[in-house]
Structure formats: structure tokens, C-alpha cells
């Protein structure tokens, strides 16, 4: 995470991408602009009447199958928030309003760097409001089958330690991760890390109408145990480096940047709901907190 700046930031210029979303594999047009203090993250359904807004919280999670998706009492969706979160995350971006001209963010290459560099070259600004920091109390930790489970507990500063196994699935393995530290170990060590999949649950996830903009363009595919993609993996362990990436970016959807240590064991998106639900939900696990500059 960014705690170079005591303030809150934004960016200081709006600047625009477009590109095919994962599951609906539609192109959208994504405008991300500036926005005051206080603010915090917004997205907006630009394509949609009335322009509906929808607030990058825990409360607005409304789906967490394959990806997270965000919904508000109207019924406006935005699906597959959690890479762009994760840049906005460790570039220490508070502030922002994302202008979406369709249902899902633009999937990019599968990973955060596309919109790190994006956020990097239109520059952040300084607000005069301090940044609150989300400092967590005491352990939260939820278990699930199979030795699944993630956990939070007080830190000074956030990490991430996380295991990923694959079970044995065509003979893949377990891979361990670990993250301190602020964007520029993030930039070298998460954010080029890919979305990945099994080839034979491609035709399943269509059926149901998910995936539909997957390729190899943008998408670690596995067969029999092999990467299918040419030019195959950015790192021996990027698997368990993507799952950080999601952690990171569907963790701040607590709204302010986490100061604690995550730790995880075959982790996903609806466990990081949960886990968001659960410490919020125990007003004694948790405080916001400022720095002096
Ligand atoms: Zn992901």
C-alpha cells in the first residue's frame, strides 16, 4: 500500500481506457476522473438511464462467483471491480469517479500493471483531507472445508501470506506468496500476475454465459497440467501472486487502505466478502486512524 502520502489523493487529471470485460465479453469505453475528498471510489453506469452510481464497498458486493461484482439498490451492476482495485489500492488513490459505459471493467491482460501505468502517467494529487487508515484490533479469521480459511489480524502495516493449492488437478501442485511493502514490490512482484484457468472448464463457464471475453491474451490457461499460453507463465508462481492481486483489490473495499496482516489458504472472492462482513459486523475488531505528516 501507498502510505508515503498522510492525505488523501486523486488523480490529477481523468483519463480514459477501453477494453473487452472477462464474462460478458463486451467492450467498454471507462472514463476514471478526479474526484473531491470524502469521496472515496464511485463507479457510474454512464450507459445506463438516470446514470446510477454504485459505491466501491463490502456492502455493495451482490455476486462473488468468478469475479466480484458490485450492485446498488436499483439494480445497476459492475462486475469485475477487483484488478482496478487493486491499482487504485497500492497507488493510494482515495478518491475517484469511474465512468463505465457498460456492465464490466475492462479485463485488460488479466492483471493490475495496464492500470497502474494508466493511473502513474495521469499523476495523483494531494487533498487536504487526511487518509484514514482501517487499523484491525484483533484476529478475524473465517474457516471453510479442506483447511480453507483467511484471516486478518493487527499489523502496523499491511501484508499478505497466502497459500494456493491446486489439489493435485492434473498434477498441479501448492504454491506459497508473500507481500509487504508499497508500489514499487508490488509493481515488480503482483501486478503483472494473470487470471488463470482450466481449458476444460472453458465450455462449462460459457454455457452459463461467463468468460466469454477469456483468451490467452488475457488469461493463464492450464491443460493437462500445461500452459496453453505461447508465451507461458510471467512467473514459476504466478497463480498464488494473482490470488494476492485479488486479495488486495477485494480488500479495499473496506474503504480505506487495511492495516493488517492477511493471511489465506485457497482464498476467493466470496471469502473476502465474508471476511470484510465479519470484522465490520464487531465494532470491537476494528478503528480508523490517522497519521501525522
Ligand atoms: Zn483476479
Known amino acids: 500500500m ?112 495496464p492500470f497502474i501505468h494508466m493511473i502513474e502517467a495521469a499523476g495523483l494529487v494531494e487533498q487536504s483531507a487526511p487518509r484514514p487508515f482501517l487499523r484491525v484490533l484483533k484476529d478475524i479469521r473465517l474457516e471453510g472445508t479442506e483447511g480453507r480459511f483467511v484471516q486478518l489480524s493487527p499489523a502496523e502495516a499491511f501484508s499478505a501470506h497466502v497459500s494456493f493449492d491446486f489439489g493435485g488437478r492434473q498434477g498441479m501442485g501448492k504454491y506459497i506468496g508473500y507481500f509487504s511493502g508499497g508500489l514499487d514490490a508490488f509493481k515488480k512482484d503482483i501486478a503483472s500476475a494473470r487470471s488463470f484457468g482450466f481449458y476444460e472448464d472453458a465450455q462449462k463457464l460459457y454455457d452459463k454465459g461467463l468468460s466469454l471475453g477469456a483468451s490467452l491474451e488475457n488469461t493463464v490457461v492450464i491443460d493437462n497440467g500445461k500452459v496453453m499460453n505461447p508465451d507461458g507463465l510471467r512467473f514459476d508462481d504466478e497463480y498464488v501472486r494473482h490470488k494476492i492481486l485479488d486479495a488486495v483489490g477485494d480488500l479495499y473495499l473496506a474503504g480505506a487502505p487495511l492495516q493488517a496482516a492477511y493471511t489465506a489458504h485457497n482464498p476467493g472472492h466470496e471469502w473476502h466478502h465474508k471476511l470484510l462482513q465479519a470484522l465490520f459486523s464487531d465494532p470491537s475488531a476494528w478503528t480508523y486512524e490517522e497519521k501525522n505528516g
Request: negative net charge; hydrophobic residues 35%.
Open 2 to 113: 501507498n502510505h508515503s502520502s498522510p492525505f488523501q489523493q486523486t488523480f490529477r487529471q481523468p483519463f480514459q481506457c477501453r477494453g473487452v470485460g472477462l464474462h460478458s465479453g463486451q467492450s467498454s469505453e471507462m472514463t476514471l476522473e478526479p474526484a473531491p475528498q470524502g469521496h472515496g471510489i464511485v463507479f457510474e453506469r454512464s450507459d445506463l438511464e438516470g446514470k446510477p452510481k454504485i459505491h466501491a464497498r463490502f456492502s455493495s458486493v451482490v455476486n462473488t462467483f468468478m469475479c466480484t461484482q458490485l450492485g446498488n439498490n436499483q439494480g445497476a451492476t459492475v462486475a469485475t471491480i477487483e484488478h482496478l482495485m487493486a491499482a487504485l489500492a497500492v497507488c493510494g488513490v482515495d478518491n475517484a469517479l469511474v465512468r463505465l459505459q457498460g456492465p464490466e471493467i475492462p479485463f485488460m491482460d488479466g492483471s493490475s500493471l
